[in-house]
């Protein structure tokens, strides 16, 4: 036999379930329409039939409107008016505020006890086939018993009433729509302009109430204030007569202490500026007369006239002695002569400034005892002021704080008389705009908006969970693609699922005789479809099995294949019974053991009640002759797993060297031995097996097994994984495997033997 290359390369990593991101397929799309067309269409018709039901069994009801005019820049006082130029604002939180008066349960037992609406059909009986349902439900629930006196209206009611009252703002104004639904529509009108005019009741009572809160509060602390504004001026008439003050110059008025500081700091400047004078006066002329030059006699001297005729004595002498020197020379006599009656001059100025010295030394003593009596006299008054600046501080503090309980009182006094004129004369900030009329036309139900929305709706449901429905199904296999790109493995086959309509009889005569009289039951049913069935679909895949582990093993002198699966009950034994059927069609020598010695159901089925089986014969304990179970239709051989009652516990016998020496022993007899393994993910019983195989075929069910089980039991046995030829997918619906796969040729595969059931032979079964 020939190699072949494997579909894909395999290695120690599984591909992702998910070939990476792909453009939209339209047909995909397309593909899974038609696998869920049914499950679309029938939540479709569902929705959409309870649509019909709700929209067409629904109550008629009727929406009365009335509208209000918030006028939120109204003065609150009667008689206060607003400034022309005040442009009113709009203050969405304060009109919002509103719409929520609107809807409060206040407003709402207002309009109850006006109309007496606790009895109304709207609020008593079930407007649809919902509400019906629902009021049914609850007829079984216990109820608990509420004293109608204190409470008249139930919340239940209240909350029912709401949902019909709807309140809203009319655009970015200040006008607010309010609309009322009911079966009756004399009754929406009522309504609706009952919550109008209750709100507007509400809104004066509110107002009422709380000027009369505020003017009892003003009342008690005005009353405190008069109290305080008392006992403070009180207290401070007492500090003033304890400390003899007459006034704290509070208010800009001037104090005694410091009317009398001030003057006698003026006055201590005005001394200080004297005896500064009169020093700098007594120095000149002290500094003229020890310099004994009289040219420099200037300040007191020059307004004391016999100093002013003495310069001007020498001031002549001195120019004529000048005149003279300058026309007979400096040794002249009249030169000399003027000379010496300069001197005398000056000897006379000196002397008379010698007598101004003594009078300015006198002015200077007088001055600076006049500055020390006025320093003096400072010092003893501030000693006495700082006591005194002490308690007038205090008595300021004292003055303050009477003015301000004085003030405070005349303002709350003030106030007082506004809220008094606000509780003579209230206003609303609010008044009717539109009174409601009766409706002529129902409003609700809107019966094409809720069939459009049945439609679409239930259209989108469907949808949705058709789309979930295929978005669970991606996590099990559907197609050969998702088992090649899952598993790295070719698909070799898609098995249908086989229905007993379908089983053909074998002739009653046996074609081949058991030596040992173990022979197969006459009547296996589907076990044997692949020899009944030699041209169906599940026969052809099958057959690429077969040929697919015809090449894998190559020029091997047998051929093992174990037939393995993730799970029980996804029909590995079911397959290895068929594929050993199919082989024996091809070669006389063919063996199927099952050694599912855990759940061995080819045992139960083919060889009920054996005393010995596979483990009896490695265990040495019977014999293969002895123990063989034979097809006498087909000619197949087959060895069970164990004997009946036998120790499923020695299935450590199929990893041992004995097992390895009976599959060799095998050669001689068989070319071909399928093995029906246990499931890969329940025990190891497979793996222990792998390496005295050949080849392995894999086996998922169709929608049933897991992905990601399969792909876990694989990575957990490389050896498996790499010597398996392929998988096969197993009770697949063809008819939903079109949607996804393809047509796939059932007429041709079918055509086969129809003309020729009931008259095959020996010739047609056994090659």
């Given amino acids: 036999m020939l190699d072949i290359d494997r579909y894909v390369e395999k290695d120690s990593t599984f591909r992702s379930e998910s070939g990476g991101t792909q453009l939209l397929d339209f047909g995909a799309i397309f593909a899974m329409l038609r696998r869920q067309i049914w499950l679309i269409l029938v939540v479709t018709i569902a929705i959409f039939t309870l649509a019909a039901g709700f929209a067409f069994t629904s109550t008629k009801q009727y929406t009365a409107e009335a509208t209000l005019l918030l006028d939120l820049n109204k003065p609150r006082q009667f008689g206060e008016r607003r400034p022309f130029s005040q442009e009113p604002t709009i203050d969405n939180p304060a009109v919002d505020s509103h719409v929520e008066i609107l809807r409060s349960d206040a407003v709402a037992l207002r309009v109850f006890k006006k109309l007496g609406l606790a009895d109304s059909p709207d609020f008593t009986q079930p407007t649809n086939i919902i509400g019906t349902a629902v009021r049914f439900l609850t007829s079984f629930l216990p109820k608990s018993e509420t004293d109608r006196s204190l409470n008249p209206v139930s919340q239940a009611v209240l909350d029912a009433f709401q949902k019909r009252l709807t309140v809203a703002r009319v655009d970015q104004t200040y006008v607010l729509s309010i609309a009322y639904r009911s079966s009756d529509p004399v009754l929406a009108a009522k309504v609706a302009n009952a919550v109008a005019e209750a709100y507007l009741t509400e809104q004066l009572q509110a107002g009422y109430e709380s000027v009369k809160r505020a003017s009892t509060w003003m009342q008690e602390r005005i009353e405190d204030l008069r109290r305080d504004t008392v006992a403070s001026d009180a207290k401070l008439q007492a500090f003033r007569s304890e400390h003899n003050l007459v006034n704290t110059g509070l208010n800009g008025r001037p104090l005694m202490n410091e009317q009398q500081l001030g003057d006698l700091t003026a006055a201590l400047s005005v001394s200080l500026t004297q005896r500064a004078e009169a020093r700098a006066a007594y120095d000149r002329i002290s500094a003229i007369v020890a310099s004994k030059d009289a040219s420099g006699a200037v300040v007191a001297s020059l307004t004391d006239p016999t100093i002013s005729e003495l310069r001007q004595k020498y001031n002549d002498a001195a120019l004529k002695a000048a005149e003279t020197e300058r026309r007979y020379g400096a040794n002249h006599q009249v030169v000399q002569r003027k000379q010496a009656e300069m001197a005398q001059i000056n000897d006379a100025i000196l002397n008379e400034l010698r007598r101004i010295e003594g009078g300015a030394r006198s002015s200077f003593d007088i001055a600076d005892a006049r500055v020390k009596s006025i320093q003096k006299e400072l010092e003893g008054l501030s000693v006495t002021s700082g006591e005194m600046e002490k308690a007038r501080v205090a008595a300021r503090e004292l003055e303050r704080q009477v003015e301000s309980d004085r ?72 197609t050969p693609k998702q088992v090649e790109e899952a598993l790295g493995i070719p698909c070799l086959g898609v098995l249908p699922t ?89 070669s006389e020598r063919v063996l199927l053991i099952d050694a599912d010695v855990r759940n061995p159901s080819l045992s139960r089925l083919i060889a009920p009640g054996c005393k010995a089986g596979l483990l009896d014969v490695v265990a040495g304990q019977a014999d293969f002759a002895r123990v063989i179970y034979t097809d006498t239709q087909t000619g197949l051989h087959f060895l069970p797993a164990v004997g009946e009652g036998g120790n499923i516990q ?118």
């Fill in 407 to 478: 003030t405070t009182y005349q303002g709350f006094l003030e106030r007082y008389k506004s809220i008094i004129q606000e509780e003579s004369f209230p206003i609303s900030a609010a008044r009717v705009l539109t009174v409601a009329s009766v409706p002529e036309n129902p409003s609700h139900p809107k019966i094409p908006l809720i069939l459009f929305l049945g439609l679409f709706g239930g259209l989108g449901l469907g949808l949705g969970l058709g789309t979930l429905r295929e978005l669970l199904n991606q996590e099990t296999f559907h």
């Fill in 498 to 586: 086989i229905e007993p309509s379908k089983f053909m009889s074998f002739p009653e005569f046996e074609l081949v005789k058991a030596s040992n009289g173990l022979k197969f039951p006459d009547q296996l049913g589907a076990y044997r479809y692949a020899v009944t069935e030699p041209f169906a679909h599940f026969t052809e895949s099958l057959r690429h099995v077969l040929v697919s582990a015809n090449h894998a093993c190559g020029m091997q002198p047998r051929i093992v294949v174990g037939v393995v699966s993730s799970a029980p009950g996804e029909g590995k034994s079911f397959v290895a019974a068929n594929f050993a059927q199919l082989a024996r069609h091809y």
């Fill in 650 to 767: 020695s299935g450590g016998l199929l990893a041992s060297e004995v097992m390895r020496q009976f599959l060799v022993s095998m050669e001689g007899r068989y070319d071909y031995i399928v093995i029906d393994l246990p499931p890969l993910g329940a025990v190891v019983d497979a793996r222990a097996m792998a390496p005295f195989i050949n080849t392995f075929v894999f086996v998922a069910e169709w929608g049933k097994t897991k992905r990601r089980m399969a792909m876990d039991c694989l990575r957990s046995a490389p050896q498996i994984y790499q010597k398996t030829v392929g998988a096969v997918l197993n009770k697949a619906d063809m008819s939903v495997l079109k949607t996804y796969h393809g047509i796939v040729h059932e007429a041709y595969y079918g055509r086969s033997m129809d003309n020729r059931k009931g008259t095959r032979t020996k010739a047609d079964l056994v090659s």
